[in-house]
Protein backbone atom coordinates (compact mmCIF):
# COMPACT_ATOMS: atom_id res chain seq x y z
CA UNK A 1 0.00 0.00 0.00
CA UNK A 2 1.37 3.47 -0.81
CA UNK A 3 2.93 5.50 1.88
CA UNK A 4 2.05 8.89 0.64
CA UNK A 5 -0.21 10.23 -1.69
CA UNK A 6 0.17 13.87 -3.27
CA UNK A 7 -3.31 15.36 -4.49
CA UNK A 8 -2.77 17.09 -7.92
CA UNK A 9 -6.15 19.15 -7.55
CA UNK A 10 -7.67 21.74 -5.67
CA UNK A 11 -11.31 22.34 -3.72
CA UNK A 12 -13.84 19.74 -2.40
CA UNK A 13 -12.21 16.73 -4.45
CA UNK A 14 -9.01 17.37 -3.24
CA UNK A 15 -10.41 17.18 0.38
CA UNK A 16 -12.84 14.27 -0.83
CA UNK A 17 -9.41 12.58 -0.96
CA UNK A 18 -7.60 13.62 2.19
CA UNK A 19 -10.23 12.18 3.94
CA UNK A 20 -9.80 8.65 2.46
CA UNK A 21 -6.05 8.96 2.34
CA UNK A 22 -6.64 9.95 6.54
CA UNK A 23 -9.31 6.45 6.72
CA UNK A 24 -6.67 4.36 5.45
CA UNK A 25 -3.58 5.38 7.08
CA UNK A 26 -1.99 7.37 3.98
CA UNK A 27 -0.37 10.79 4.29
CA UNK A 28 -0.95 13.23 2.35
CA UNK A 29 0.51 16.05 0.11
CA UNK A 30 -1.58 18.62 -0.95
CA UNK A 31 -0.60 21.03 -4.01
CA UNK A 32 -2.36 24.36 -4.16
CA UNK A 33 -1.61 27.77 -6.00
CA UNK A 34 -1.26 31.41 -4.25
CA UNK A 35 -4.82 31.41 -4.80
CA UNK A 36 -5.44 28.71 -2.91
CA UNK A 37 -3.69 29.24 0.27
CA UNK A 38 -6.84 29.56 2.55
CA UNK A 39 -8.14 26.32 1.11
CA UNK A 40 -9.31 23.62 3.47
CA UNK A 41 -7.35 21.32 1.47
CA UNK A 42 -4.08 22.81 2.23
CA UNK A 43 -5.15 22.77 6.14
CA UNK A 44 -6.40 19.41 6.26
CA UNK A 45 -3.38 17.78 4.41
CA UNK A 46 0.13 16.04 6.39
CA UNK A 47 1.83 18.46 3.97
CA UNK A 48 1.61 21.33 1.51
CA UNK A 49 3.16 22.80 -1.30
CA UNK A 50 2.79 25.89 -3.43
CA UNK A 51 3.17 24.94 -6.96
CA UNK A 52 2.16 29.06 -8.49
CA UNK A 53 0.48 31.48 -9.07
CA UNK A 54 -3.51 31.65 -9.50
CA UNK A 55 -3.40 30.48 -13.42
CA UNK A 56 -4.27 27.05 -13.73
CA UNK A 57 -1.21 26.61 -16.32
CA UNK A 58 0.89 27.99 -14.14
CA UNK A 59 0.10 25.68 -11.63
CA UNK A 60 -2.74 23.27 -11.45
CA UNK A 61 -2.19 22.32 -15.46
CA UNK A 62 2.10 22.62 -14.44
CA UNK A 63 3.53 19.26 -14.90
CA UNK A 64 7.13 19.31 -14.06
CA UNK A 65 5.96 21.49 -10.91
CA UNK A 66 3.79 18.64 -9.47
CA UNK A 67 6.08 15.98 -10.26
CA UNK A 68 8.88 18.24 -8.77
CA UNK A 69 6.21 18.43 -5.47
CA UNK A 70 5.83 14.64 -5.13
CA UNK A 71 9.50 14.09 -5.44
CA UNK A 72 10.67 16.34 -2.39
CA UNK A 73 8.21 14.90 -0.45
CA UNK A 74 8.95 11.67 -1.59
CA UNK A 75 5.40 10.80 -2.34
CA UNK A 76 4.81 7.31 -3.83
CA UNK A 77 1.54 8.20 -5.77
CA UNK A 78 -0.21 11.13 -7.85
CA UNK A 79 -4.25 11.14 -7.11
CA UNK A 80 -5.45 13.74 -10.00
CA UNK A 81 -9.15 13.94 -9.05
CA UNK A 82 -11.11 15.30 -11.72
CA UNK A 83 -10.40 18.09 -14.00
CA UNK A 84 -6.70 19.53 -14.77
CA UNK A 85 -4.33 16.49 -15.73
CA UNK A 86 -7.35 13.57 -14.69
CA UNK A 87 -7.14 12.67 -18.41
CA UNK A 88 -3.79 14.02 -19.42
CA UNK A 89 -2.37 10.81 -21.34
CA UNK A 90 1.52 12.40 -21.13
CA UNK A 91 1.11 13.07 -17.40
CA UNK A 92 0.06 9.31 -16.76
CA UNK A 93 3.15 8.66 -18.58
CA UNK A 94 5.14 11.02 -16.73
CA UNK A 95 4.64 9.66 -13.69
CA UNK A 96 4.94 6.09 -14.54
CA UNK A 97 8.90 7.88 -15.87
CA UNK A 98 9.30 8.86 -12.46
CA UNK A 99 8.36 5.82 -10.38
CA UNK A 100 5.32 7.71 -8.83
CA UNK A 101 1.51 5.70 -9.56
CA UNK A 102 -0.64 7.83 -11.63
CA UNK A 103 -4.01 6.73 -9.56
CA UNK A 104 -5.79 6.23 -12.82
CA UNK A 105 -5.80 5.36 -16.05
CA UNK A 106 -2.57 4.64 -18.28
CA UNK A 107 -1.43 6.86 -20.72
CA UNK A 108 -2.23 4.14 -23.20
CA UNK A 109 -5.90 3.96 -21.99
CA UNK A 110 -6.71 7.51 -21.58
CA UNK A 111 -5.40 7.78 -25.47
CA UNK A 112 -7.54 5.21 -26.46
CA UNK A 113 -11.02 6.32 -24.59
CA UNK A 114 -9.53 10.35 -23.88
CA UNK A 115 -9.94 11.09 -27.75
CA UNK A 116 -13.87 11.17 -28.88
CA UNK A 117 -12.93 9.55 -32.25
CA UNK A 118 -10.45 6.71 -31.07
CA UNK A 119 -13.19 5.83 -28.55
CA UNK A 120 -15.96 5.38 -30.41
CA UNK A 121 -13.74 3.42 -32.88
CA UNK A 122 -12.40 1.01 -29.94
CA UNK A 123 -16.28 0.72 -28.69
CA UNK A 124 -17.50 -0.32 -32.20
CA UNK A 125 -14.75 -3.10 -32.21
CA UNK A 126 -16.14 -4.09 -28.57
CA UNK A 127 -19.81 -4.64 -30.22
CA UNK A 128 -20.76 -1.51 -27.95
CA UNK A 129 -23.45 0.41 -29.43
CA UNK A 130 -22.58 3.35 -30.87
CA UNK A 131 -24.30 6.44 -32.02
CA UNK A 132 -24.38 6.13 -36.18
CA UNK A 133 -21.95 8.08 -37.34
CA UNK A 134 -18.07 9.00 -38.96
CA UNK A 135 -15.90 6.16 -38.07
CA UNK A 136 -13.47 8.41 -36.89
CA UNK A 137 -11.96 11.69 -37.76
CA UNK A 138 -13.47 13.67 -40.34
CA UNK A 139 -11.03 14.11 -43.36
CA UNK A 140 -11.85 17.87 -44.65
CA UNK A 141 -15.55 19.71 -45.67
CA UNK A 142 -16.25 17.45 -48.46
CA UNK A 143 -15.93 14.43 -46.04
CA UNK A 144 -17.96 16.25 -43.66
CA UNK A 145 -21.04 16.61 -46.20
CA UNK A 146 -20.52 12.88 -47.47
CA UNK A 147 -21.40 11.52 -43.89
CA UNK A 148 -24.00 14.12 -42.86
CA UNK A 149 -26.04 12.61 -45.82
CA UNK A 150 -25.53 9.25 -45.04
CA UNK A 151 -26.49 9.49 -41.53
CA UNK A 152 -28.90 11.67 -42.00
CA UNK A 153 -30.07 15.06 -40.81
CA UNK A 154 -30.11 16.25 -38.08
CA UNK A 155 -26.27 15.59 -37.42
CA UNK A 156 -24.24 16.83 -34.78
CA UNK A 157 -20.56 18.18 -34.93
CA UNK A 158 -18.66 17.08 -32.11
CA UNK A 159 -14.71 17.96 -31.23
CA UNK A 160 -12.52 14.81 -31.49
CA UNK A 161 -10.33 16.65 -28.23
CA UNK A 162 -13.28 18.02 -26.92
CA UNK A 163 -15.52 18.52 -23.29
CA UNK A 164 -17.80 20.98 -21.39
CA UNK A 165 -19.91 21.35 -24.71
CA UNK A 166 -17.65 23.30 -26.76
CA UNK A 167 -16.47 22.45 -30.39
CA UNK A 168 -20.14 20.73 -30.28
CA UNK A 169 -23.25 21.89 -32.97
CA UNK A 170 -26.37 20.78 -33.59
CA UNK A 171 -26.75 20.47 -37.48
CA UNK A 172 -30.44 20.62 -38.92
CA UNK A 173 -30.22 21.09 -42.33
CA UNK A 174 -27.49 20.99 -45.15
CA UNK A 175 -26.92 24.60 -45.82
CA UNK A 176 -26.32 24.96 -42.17
CA UNK A 177 -23.47 22.38 -42.46
CA UNK A 178 -20.42 24.97 -43.73
CA UNK A 179 -20.70 27.49 -40.95
CA UNK A 180 -21.12 24.56 -38.11
CA UNK A 181 -18.08 23.39 -39.41
CA UNK A 182 -15.94 26.55 -39.52
CA UNK A 183 -17.32 27.84 -36.35
CA UNK A 184 -17.04 24.39 -34.29
CA UNK A 185 -13.27 23.79 -35.39
CA UNK A 186 -12.51 27.15 -34.63
CA UNK A 187 -13.99 26.72 -30.99
CA UNK A 188 -12.22 23.44 -30.85
CA UNK A 189 -8.99 24.72 -31.71
CA UNK A 190 -9.18 27.52 -29.49
CA UNK A 191 -9.91 25.32 -26.74
CA UNK A 192 -8.17 22.21 -26.67
CA UNK A 193 -5.26 23.48 -29.62
CA UNK A 194 -6.95 20.47 -32.09
CA UNK A 195 -9.29 20.89 -34.27
CA UNK A 196 -10.21 17.49 -35.61
CA UNK A 197 -13.92 16.90 -35.88
CA UNK A 198 -16.09 13.59 -36.13
CA UNK A 199 -20.27 13.43 -36.71
CA UNK A 200 -23.01 11.50 -34.82
CA UNK A 201 -26.74 11.19 -35.99
CA UNK A 202 -28.34 13.78 -33.67
CA UNK A 203 -30.57 11.63 -31.01
CA UNK A 204 -33.48 13.67 -30.42
CA UNK A 205 -35.19 13.92 -26.71
CA UNK A 206 -32.16 12.07 -25.24
CA UNK A 207 -31.51 11.24 -21.87
CA UNK A 208 -27.74 11.31 -20.38
CA UNK A 209 -27.41 8.26 -18.46
CA UNK A 210 -23.82 7.12 -17.29
CA UNK A 211 -22.77 3.49 -15.78
CA UNK A 212 -20.35 4.21 -13.54
CA UNK A 213 -17.75 0.94 -13.72
CA UNK A 214 -14.40 0.05 -11.59
CA UNK A 215 -11.52 -2.06 -13.37
CA UNK A 216 -8.91 -3.25 -11.91
CA UNK A 217 -5.19 -4.38 -13.11
CA UNK A 218 -5.83 -8.24 -13.68
CA UNK A 219 -8.72 -7.47 -16.37
CA UNK A 220 -11.61 -7.41 -14.54
CA UNK A 221 -14.24 -4.92 -13.94
CA UNK A 222 -17.68 -4.47 -12.88
CA UNK A 223 -20.65 -1.63 -12.64
CA UNK A 224 -22.07 0.28 -10.20
CA UNK A 225 -25.05 0.64 -11.81
CA UNK A 226 -26.48 4.25 -13.75
CA UNK A 227 -26.91 8.12 -12.94
CA UNK A 228 -28.87 10.24 -14.72
CA UNK A 229 -27.32 13.30 -15.50
CA UNK A 230 -29.77 14.79 -18.11
CA UNK A 231 -30.70 18.07 -16.19
CA UNK A 232 -27.95 19.95 -18.11
CA UNK A 233 -26.92 23.71 -19.08
CA UNK A 234 -25.09 24.59 -21.98
CA UNK A 235 -23.27 20.53 -21.77
CA UNK A 236 -22.45 21.09 -17.95
CA UNK A 237 -24.18 18.87 -15.76
CA UNK A 238 -26.43 20.86 -12.69
CA UNK A 239 -27.95 17.60 -11.03
CA UNK A 240 -27.97 14.34 -10.97
CA UNK A 241 -30.05 10.76 -9.47
CA UNK A 242 -29.68 7.52 -8.96
CA UNK A 243 -31.34 5.66 -10.21
CA UNK A 244 -32.28 7.43 -13.25
CA UNK A 245 -36.31 7.45 -12.96
CA UNK A 246 -36.45 6.12 -17.00
CA UNK A 247 -34.48 3.30 -16.41
CA UNK A 248 -36.00 -0.29 -16.13
CA UNK A 249 -34.42 -3.24 -14.77
CA UNK A 250 -33.89 -4.63 -17.73
CA UNK A 251 -32.33 -1.66 -19.43
CA UNK A 252 -29.83 -1.22 -16.33
CA UNK A 253 -29.19 -4.59 -16.99
CA UNK A 254 -28.63 -4.08 -20.42
CA UNK A 255 -25.98 -0.84 -20.05
CA UNK A 256 -24.20 -2.27 -17.22
CA UNK A 257 -23.30 -5.07 -19.17
CA UNK A 258 -22.68 -3.09 -22.22
CA UNK A 259 -20.13 -0.83 -20.11
CA UNK A 260 -18.21 -3.70 -18.04
CA UNK A 261 -17.54 -4.92 -21.90
CA UNK A 262 -16.32 -1.39 -22.55
CA UNK A 263 -13.84 -1.55 -19.72
CA UNK A 264 -12.68 -5.00 -20.05
CA UNK A 265 -12.03 -4.54 -23.51
CA UNK A 266 -9.17 -2.02 -22.97
CA UNK A 267 -8.84 -3.86 -20.15
CA UNK A 268 -9.52 -0.58 -17.75
CA UNK A 269 -7.81 0.34 -14.62
CA UNK A 270 -9.70 2.29 -11.97
CA UNK A 271 -12.57 4.04 -11.24
CA UNK A 272 -14.36 5.23 -14.80
CA UNK A 273 -17.53 6.22 -16.16
CA UNK A 274 -19.36 4.85 -19.64
CA UNK A 275 -21.79 7.97 -20.46
CA UNK A 276 -24.35 7.03 -22.94
CA UNK A 277 -27.37 8.80 -24.90
CA UNK A 278 -30.65 6.87 -23.83
CA UNK A 279 -33.57 7.61 -27.01
CA UNK A 280 -37.01 8.25 -25.87
CA UNK A 281 -37.45 4.63 -26.91
CA UNK A 282 -34.84 3.28 -24.48
CA UNK A 283 -32.22 2.93 -27.03
CA UNK A 284 -28.84 3.46 -25.84
CA UNK A 285 -25.73 4.29 -27.71
CA UNK A 286 -22.30 5.18 -26.23
CA UNK A 287 -21.12 8.72 -26.22
CA UNK A 288 -17.64 8.71 -24.63
CA UNK A 289 -15.68 7.62 -21.61
CA UNK A 290 -14.63 9.24 -18.35
CA UNK A 291 -10.86 7.25 -17.67
CA UNK A 292 -11.36 9.75 -13.88
CA UNK A 293 -13.50 10.07 -10.78
CA UNK A 294 -16.42 11.66 -11.52
CA UNK A 295 -17.62 15.17 -9.56
CA UNK A 296 -20.81 13.02 -9.08
CA UNK A 297 -19.93 10.15 -8.07
CA UNK A 298 -21.17 10.69 -4.16
CA UNK A 299 -24.87 9.47 -5.05
CA UNK A 300 -23.20 6.32 -6.38
CA UNK A 301 -21.52 5.66 -2.87
CA UNK A 302 -24.47 6.86 -1.24
CA UNK A 303 -26.91 3.78 -2.58
CA UNK A 304 -24.53 0.97 -2.87
CA UNK A 305 -22.34 1.96 0.71
CA UNK A 306 -19.40 2.03 -1.48
CA UNK A 307 -16.26 4.35 -1.53
CA UNK A 308 -15.04 4.62 -4.37
CA UNK A 309 -11.80 7.05 -3.83
CA UNK A 310 -10.93 4.11 -1.54
CA UNK A 311 -11.60 1.38 -4.25
CA UNK A 312 -8.91 3.93 -6.71
CA UNK A 313 -6.64 3.21 -4.33
CA UNK A 314 -6.89 0.15 -3.38
CA UNK A 315 -6.55 -0.83 -7.79
CA UNK A 316 -3.94 1.37 -8.04
CA UNK A 317 -1.80 -0.48 -5.37
CA UNK A 318 -2.60 -4.12 -7.09
CA UNK A 319 -5.33 -5.23 -4.84
CA UNK A 320 -7.61 -7.54 -7.44
CA UNK A 321 -11.95 -6.14 -7.28
CA UNK A 322 -14.45 -8.66 -6.52
CA UNK A 323 -16.03 -8.12 -9.63
CA UNK A 324 -19.45 -8.12 -8.39
CA UNK A 325 -21.99 -5.39 -10.07
CA UNK A 326 -24.07 -3.17 -7.50
CA UNK A 327 -27.35 -2.19 -8.06
CA UNK A 328 -29.20 0.83 -5.58
CA UNK A 329 -30.50 0.41 -2.32
CA UNK A 330 -31.89 4.06 -1.93
CA UNK A 331 -32.16 6.60 -4.38
CA UNK A 332 -29.83 9.69 -3.89
CA UNK A 333 -29.82 13.39 -5.61
CA UNK A 334 -26.95 15.82 -5.73
CA UNK A 335 -27.18 19.22 -6.58
CA UNK A 336 -24.27 21.14 -8.07
CA UNK A 337 -24.09 24.41 -5.58
CA UNK A 338 -21.91 27.33 -8.15
CA UNK A 339 -20.96 30.76 -7.31
CA UNK A 340 -23.30 31.36 -10.51
CA UNK A 341 -26.19 34.08 -10.40
CA UNK A 342 -29.04 31.91 -11.80
CA UNK A 343 -31.12 35.54 -11.81
CA UNK A 344 -28.99 36.49 -14.75
CA UNK A 345 -27.81 33.65 -16.84
CA UNK A 346 -25.64 31.88 -14.05
CA UNK A 347 -23.26 34.59 -14.33
CA UNK A 348 -20.14 33.46 -12.59
CA UNK A 349 -20.00 35.15 -8.96
CA UNK A 350 -16.86 34.87 -7.27
CA UNK A 351 -16.12 36.60 -4.09
CA UNK A 352 -15.49 36.18 -0.57
CA UNK A 353 -18.36 34.72 1.56
CA UNK A 354 -19.84 36.40 4.69
CA UNK A 355 -22.19 33.73 6.15
CA UNK A 356 -22.06 29.54 5.19
CA UNK A 357 -24.37 27.74 7.03
CA UNK A 358 -24.48 24.09 6.01
CA UNK A 359 -27.55 22.04 6.17
CA UNK A 360 -27.69 18.76 8.14
CA UNK A 361 -29.83 15.75 9.24
CA UNK A 362 -30.28 12.24 8.38
CA UNK A 363 -29.22 11.57 4.95
CA UNK A 364 -27.76 14.77 4.23
CA UNK A 365 -24.03 14.75 2.90
CA UNK A 366 -22.26 17.94 1.88
CA UNK A 367 -18.86 18.06 -0.17
CA UNK A 368 -17.54 21.61 -0.12
CA UNK A 369 -13.79 23.28 0.80
CA UNK A 370 -15.57 26.83 1.53
CA UNK A 371 -16.74 28.64 4.76
CA UNK A 372 -17.17 32.07 6.00
CA UNK A 373 -14.54 34.16 5.28
CA UNK A 374 -13.86 31.90 2.51
CA UNK A 375 -12.74 34.35 -0.60
CA UNK A 376 -13.77 32.65 -4.17
CA UNK A 377 -11.10 33.11 -6.28
CA UNK A 378 -12.54 33.59 -10.46
CA UNK A 379 -9.33 31.16 -11.76
CA UNK A 380 -11.28 28.42 -11.75
CA UNK A 381 -14.57 26.59 -12.05
CA UNK A 382 -17.40 27.80 -10.14
CA UNK A 383 -18.20 25.09 -8.12
CA UNK A 384 -18.21 25.48 -4.28
CA UNK A 385 -20.06 22.94 -2.93
CA UNK A 386 -22.09 19.32 -3.70
CA UNK A 387 -25.47 18.87 -1.55
CA UNK A 388 -26.65 15.34 -1.58
CA UNK A 389 -29.80 13.70 -0.42
CA UNK A 390 -30.82 10.36 -0.15
CA UNK A 391 -33.53 8.50 0.94
CA UNK A 392 -35.94 4.89 0.50
CA UNK A 393 -37.49 6.91 -2.20
CA UNK A 394 -37.05 9.25 -5.23
CA UNK A 395 -39.98 11.52 -3.76
CA UNK A 396 -38.50 11.41 0.32
CA UNK A 397 -35.29 12.11 -1.64
CA UNK A 398 -36.49 15.50 -3.40
CA UNK A 399 -38.36 16.55 0.00
CA UNK A 400 -35.30 16.31 1.60
CA UNK A 401 -33.53 18.28 -1.05
CA UNK A 402 -35.93 20.87 -0.52
CA UNK A 403 -35.65 20.85 2.97
CA UNK A 404 -31.71 21.20 2.99
CA UNK A 405 -31.63 23.97 0.28
CA UNK A 406 -34.16 25.97 2.31
CA UNK A 407 -31.48 25.17 5.40
CA UNK A 408 -28.46 26.31 3.19
CA UNK A 409 -27.44 29.44 3.82
CA UNK A 410 -24.29 31.26 1.35
CA UNK A 411 -24.31 34.78 1.92
CA UNK A 412 -21.56 37.56 0.26
CA UNK A 413 -21.68 35.61 -2.77
CA UNK A 414 -24.67 34.96 -5.28
CA UNK A 415 -25.22 31.09 -5.58
CA UNK A 416 -27.66 28.40 -7.64
CA UNK A 417 -29.17 27.71 -4.62
CA UNK A 418 -32.45 29.46 -5.98
CA UNK A 419 -32.25 27.54 -8.80
CA UNK A 420 -31.99 24.47 -7.44
CA UNK A 421 -34.94 25.03 -4.48
CA UNK A 422 -37.17 25.73 -7.67
CA UNK A 423 -36.25 22.74 -9.71
CA UNK A 424 -37.36 20.42 -6.93
CA UNK A 425 -40.64 22.15 -7.36
CA UNK A 426 -40.90 21.88 -11.49
CA UNK A 427 -43.62 19.56 -11.90
CA UNK A 428 -41.68 17.73 -14.68
CA UNK A 429 -38.53 17.35 -13.00
CA UNK A 430 -41.08 15.77 -9.40
CA UNK A 431 -42.59 13.55 -12.56
CA UNK A 432 -39.14 12.50 -13.73
CA UNK A 433 -40.62 13.75 -17.03
CA UNK A 434 -37.12 15.34 -18.28
CA UNK A 435 -34.30 15.17 -21.02
CA UNK A 436 -31.33 17.45 -22.03
CA UNK A 437 -33.28 19.98 -23.49
CA UNK A 438 -35.34 20.46 -20.03
CA UNK A 439 -33.32 23.40 -19.22
CA UNK A 440 -34.35 25.38 -22.76
CA UNK A 441 -37.56 26.41 -20.97
CA UNK A 442 -36.65 26.63 -17.73
CA UNK A 443 -37.27 30.14 -16.31
CA UNK A 444 -35.76 31.55 -12.51
CA UNK A 445 -39.05 33.08 -11.40
Not at 291 to 319: C, F, K, M, S, W
Not at 414 to 435: C, E, S, W
Request: glycine letters at 6%.
Amino acid sequence: MFKKILIANRGEIALRVIRTCREMGIKTVAVYSTADAESLHVRFADEAVCIGPPSSSESYLKMSNIIAAAEITNADAIHPGYGFLSENAKFSRLCEEHNIKFIGATGEMIDQMGDKANAKSTMIAACVPCVPGSEGVIKDFDDCEKIAIETGYPVMLKASAGGGGKGMRAVWKPEDLKDAWDSARHESKAAFGNDDMYMEKLIEEPRHIEIQIVGDSYGKACHLSERDCSVQRRHQKLTEETPSPFMTDALRKKMGTAAVKAAEFIKYEGAGTVEFLVDKHRNFFFMEMNTRIQVEHPITEEVVNYDLIREQILVAAGVPISGKNYYPQMHSIECRINAEDPYNNFRPAPGKISTFHAPGGHGVRIDTHVYAGYMIPPNYDSMIAKLITTAQTREEAINKMKRALDEFVIEGVKTTIPFHRQLMDHPDYVAGNYTTKFMEDFEMK
